[in-house]
């Protein structure tokens, strides 16, 4: 059954709206969320369709969905604030791109955490990176009860964390730590955004704050240099140096807050009289 992890904060007129990423959950985005909203942000981390439940919850669930999800929860948000800002994490971070570039209006900048257009990073096994091939097993009806399961050090550098982090997950509490492993069928849906989102990135025109882990055990800094490459907007790069994939809750999670605050605060300060549209 699916529970409910979203959070809402209250505070000041900008907004921000975090998404976290595939099998994972809101939780992964709540320090993140404490931080900017202690900085004045009103912040809601939303949570996926499909995700924060078992297996078949996610499976009954593609990439449409999950971004039916965050359009959802930008329009909520658009009632609360006058700038609206997208942050995500891995998956969540190429939603978040999506809704900049198919929303460029409403969206006043995107922070880009950990962007996985393909999973790359060190600790990937050879055979995940074979997962291209997983939209045609999916055409086919192969592998629909298969899974990539999550391998050590899962994207968290911090040791006590990760213990803590990996027990939850391991021991079924999906809504505090996300599924153990990717099902193939919804990294074959990943891919699918993935590939989408590449297209759209060109007519992204809000500023990016694109943040990176340098050792990123899941997604390479590829990831981050197709971003800063492909979109039409300003982009200011963060590289973490002590630091893996979940970057919102490992050792440098202030360093990104403080860093994602004052480029939001830049960008609301420019323009304190606009409105976003509804």
Not at 44 to 72: F, I, P
Not at 194 to 221: F, G, K, M, Y
Request: net charge negative.
């Amino acid at each position: 059954m699916i529970q409910q992890t979203d959070f809402f904060f209250e505070g000041g007129r900008s907004g921000v709206l975090l998404i976290h990423g595939l099998t994972g959950t809101p939780m992964e985005m709540r320090l993140l969320g404490k931080g900017l909203n202690r900085a004045g942000f009103t912040v809601y981390g939303m949570q996926l369709a499909g995700h924060c439940g078992n297996t078949e919850d996610l499976l009954a669930t593609g990439w449409r969905d999950w971004y039916a999800s965050v359009e959802k929860a930008a329009a909520e948000m658009l009632d609360k604030v006058d700038h609206l800002f997208v942050g995500g994490l891995s998956m969540g971070a190429l939603l978040a791109l999506k809704l900049a570039a198919e929303q460029p209006d409403r969206i006043a900048g995107v922070g880009v955490y950990g962007a996985t257009f393909r999973y790359d990073g060190w600790s990937i096994p050879w055979s995940a990176r074979l997962s291209f091939l997983l939209p045609l097993l999916k055409k086919l009806g192969i592998g629909r009860h298969r899974s990539f399961m999550e391998q050590p050090p899962y994207g968290i550098r911090d040791e006590r964390l990760r213990t803590q982090v990996s027990t939850a997950m391991l021991g079924g509490d999906s809504a505090a730590a996300g599924l153990p492993g990717n099902p193939w069928y919804s990294l074959a849906e990943m891919h699918e955004l993935a590939a989408d989102v590449r297209r759209q990135l060109p007519q992204v025109t809000a500023p990016c704050l694109v943040a990176h882990a340098s050792e990123d055990d899941v997604a390479s800094l590829k990831n981050a240099e197709l971003v800063m490459r492909e979109v039409s907007a300003p982009t200011e790069l963060l590289l973490l140096e002590d630091s893996y994939h979940m970057i919102t809750i490992d050792k440098e999670r202030r360093t990104l807050i403080d860093r994602s605050a004052a480029f939001f605060d830049n960008i609301a300060a420019a323009r304190p009289q606009q409105r976003i549209a509804a």
